[in-house]
C-alpha cells in the first residue's frame, strides 16, 4: 500500500496504521526523532538523514540504528543495504514542501530497492499531483510499498540511474 500525506500528523496516523511491532521500517528523513519515536520499539528501525541537527538525538534513540547522509546518495542506499535488504515500511518525508520530483525519485529508487509492503509519503506536491489527476482508466495499480510493474528494477539499474540523476552527488 502506498499513502501519501502533507500534515505531518497525518503522517503519523497513516504509519501507526500499518506499522507492527516486529517490522523493519526504513525511515528517510528522520529529522530529530519525530516521527521515530512513535515506531514501536520492538521494530527494526533504520532512520536516515543529512542534517547535523539529527546526530545527538537521535543517539538517543540506541534501539534504533541512525545512518547521517544524503538519501539521493548510492553509497547510503549501499550502507542500508548492507543492513537489510528488504523492508515492511517507508517512510519518506523530506521536508513536506520539499520539490515533489526529487522526492518521487527517492521514493522510486528506495522502493525498488528494498520492495516495502507499505510506503508513507509526506510531500504536497505529489498528494497535489494524485488529488488533482485524471487517469485513462488503464489499470496500473499496486497493493505493494513499490510500483510492482517496475518489480524488476533493483540495485542494478539503480546504480545506473543514480549516475544519470546526480552526477554532481558523486564524490
Ligand atoms: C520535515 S523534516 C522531517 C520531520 C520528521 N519526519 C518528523 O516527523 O519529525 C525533513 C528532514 O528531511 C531531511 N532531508 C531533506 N533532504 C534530505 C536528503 N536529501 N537526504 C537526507 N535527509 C534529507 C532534512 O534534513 C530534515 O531533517
Known amino acids: 500500500m502506498i499513502k501519501l500525506s502533507y500534515d505531518v500528523k497525518k503522517y503519523r496516523e497513516q504509519i501507526s496504521n500499518l506499522v507492527m511491532p516486529g517490522d523493519t521500517v526504513i525511515e528517510l528523513g ?38 547521517q547522509g544524503d538519501v539521493r546518495r548510492h553509497d547510503v542506499i549501499a550502507e542500508v543495504f548492507k543492513i537489510v535488504q528488504s523492508c515492511d515500511l517507508l517512510a519518506i518525508d523530506l521536508g513536506g514542501g520539499y520539490h515533489p520530483d ?25 498528494l497535489e499531483f494524485f488529488n488533482s489527476a485524471h487517469g485513462s482508466g488503464e489499470e496500473y495499480k499496486s497493493d505493494e510499498g513499490y510500483l510492482e510493474t517496475y518489480h524488476d528494477s533493483g540495485i542494478p539499474p539503480l546504480i545506473k540511474e543514480f549516475d544519470l540523476w546526480t552526477p554532481s552527488l558523486k564524490k
Open 30 to 67: 528522520c529529522h530529530v526523532g519525530g516521527t521515530t519515536k512513535t515506531f514501536p520499539k520492538e521494530c527494526n528501525i533504520i532512520a536516515v538523514d543529512n542534517s547535523p541537527e539529527s546526530i545527538d538525538q537521535m543517539k538517543e534513540l540506541d534501539y534504533v540504528k541512525f545512518i
Open 102 to 126: 526529487t522526492v518521487f525519485k527517492v521514493f522510486y529508487i528506495w522502493s525498488s530497492t528494498f520492495k516495502p509492503r507499505h510506503t508513507v509519503i509526506r510531500n504536497r506536491g505529489i
